[in-house]
Structures are given as C-alpha cells and as structure tokens.
C-alpha cells in the first residue's frame, strides 16, 4: 500500500472528531427512536488519502466522495473492501466511469434521472460488477439552482418512472435503496421549527413504500443538521468537515 499515515496528532485528531460524532448520531438515534440503526458516511471529499487510511485502520469502511476524478484515484490506492458513497453531483457522461473503475462503490446517493439509472446499469452490467446501491436525490426545496427531482406533478411522475425502471426485471445491478436530499441552508439554519426539507423527503419515502411496498432508507443530514435529520427520521447521515476539518477549495 503506497499510502502513508499522517502525523500521530492527526490521527488523534480524526479519530476522536469520529468518535464524538459517532456517540453524537447514536445518542440521538437513541432519543429519536426505538434504537433505530442510522449509519454514519464520513464525507472525505478533498480530503487526503492519508487521513481516509487512519479512519479505516480505526474500523470505518463507509465513505463519501464527491468528485469522479478524485474517488478513481483514491479507490485505487485505498484498500479495496472501502464502501464508496458517490454524493456529488452526477454528469450522465460521468456514470460510466464510475460503474466501470470503481469496483467497491457501495452507493450512487445523487441519482436525478432516468437515463442515469440506465447508464449506471447498463455499464455496470458490461463488467459484470457488483450491485450498486442507488438513492434518488430530491429536490426538496425545490430551489432551481439544485439538482435533483421535484416534488411537482411533474417531478414526481419522473420519480415513480425511475422506480419502476429500478424495481424492474431489466435492472438487475442498481438496488433502490432510499431517496436523499441536501436540505437547504436556510432550513438548516431557522432552528425553531422542523425542517421543512427533511419532512418533505420522509413523506415521499412513505408514499414509495405504500405505493411500491418498498423499505426505503432516507440519506439526509450534514455536520450542521445532521442531529434535527435523525430526529426527523433520517437513516443515514453525511458528515463530513465536523470529522475531517474545513475544507479547501476546490480548484478545478
Ligand atoms: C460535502 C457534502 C456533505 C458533507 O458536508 P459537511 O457540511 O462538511 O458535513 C454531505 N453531503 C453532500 C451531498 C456533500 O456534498
């Protein structure tokens, strides 16, 4: 393995910010709910090799990426039973990359279309590849500059028409496994009443479910919100600066 550790004190660093925000999701899991399992995806994105190693050496195997470039090369160099979330935003000519090159990709949480499913399904069936584990990302506050489906007649007409493809006999290497959405910061921020946002994404995920008797997970919640996400029933948090540190910026 060509990757390195970091320095001890960023070891210490990322593995205690980890486990304070592992007691933080359980403690809350507990209080929302009867115990229900929230899983914790640990957002690595510009984030060094280096730090995802000393993470995975302390037991964590889910982690988030949100560019196809940067998750090839660190898939490469990174041990192979790493369960890749990709989160970013998804380019349809991006999709073959992703089914072809990376080999362990736990889940695609930002699918946003039809003919993503497809893609995603059909190059991933030319390898031969594991099932891919989708969630359909939701633009719950319906902002323009967001991706991600509506919850307008329309938009939901396109959800129901990419679930039925998913649930379908022709896809046979994408599994439906939750929808997901990037609540919008100023619901995150309105701290008083629920998030408008996360209520949105529970409701569509139990209209699946009866519809489609489905068991639909919800990927919702970010270092900021993810405590209100798991109050509101969220089954997987995304956490990513309260772990690693702030981020630099993305230049390219
Ligand atoms: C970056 C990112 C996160 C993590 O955000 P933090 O605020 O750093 O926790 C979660 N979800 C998505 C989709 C992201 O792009």
């Not at 914790?40 to 889910?62: C, E, F, M, Q, W």
């Not at 490469?76 to 090159?101: M, R, S, V, Y």
Request: glycine share 6%.
């Amino acid at each position: 393995m060509s990757v390195q550790l970091p320095s001890l004190v960023r070891q210490k660093e990322l593995i205690s910010n980890y486990e304070l925000i592992l007691t933080r999701v359980k403690d809350m899991a507990v209080k929302a709910s009867s115990g229900r399992p929230v899983d914790l995806v640990a957002v690595s994105k510009l984030k060094p090799s280096s730090d995802i190693l000393t993470l995975y050496n302390h037991g964590v195997r889910h982690f988030g990426e949100n560019y196809v470039q940067e998750l090839t090369t660190k898939a490469k160099e990174l041990p192979k039973d790493i369960q890749w979330h990709f989160i970013g935003g998804l380019q349809t000519d991006k999709c073959k990359l992703l089914a072809k090159n990376i080999e362990n990709l736990y889940a695609v949480e930002t699918i946003d279309s039809l003919k993503k499913c497809k893609k995603l399904n059909n190059h991933r069936q030319e390898v031969n590849g594991a099932v891919i584990n989708v969630y359909l990302q939701i633009n719950t506050s319906n902002e323009d500059q967001k991706s991600g489906y509506k919850l307008t007649e329309e938009g939901k007409q396109q959800i129901f028409e990419s679930v039925e493809f998913l649930l379908s006999e022709e896809c046979k290497f994408l599994n439906l496994e939750g929808v997901m959405t990037i609540g919008s910061f100023l619901e995150s921020t309105e701290a008083e009443a629920e998030n408008q946002d996360f209520k949105n994404l529970v409701n569509l995920k139990d209209e699946l479910n009866e519809k489609y008797k489905l068991q639909l997970k919800t990927s919702m919640g970010m270092s900021n919100d993810f405590e209100d996400a798991i109050k509101q029933g969220s089954s997987s948090v995304r956490v990513g600066s309260s772990i690693f540190g702030a981020r630099p910026p993305k230049n390219g």
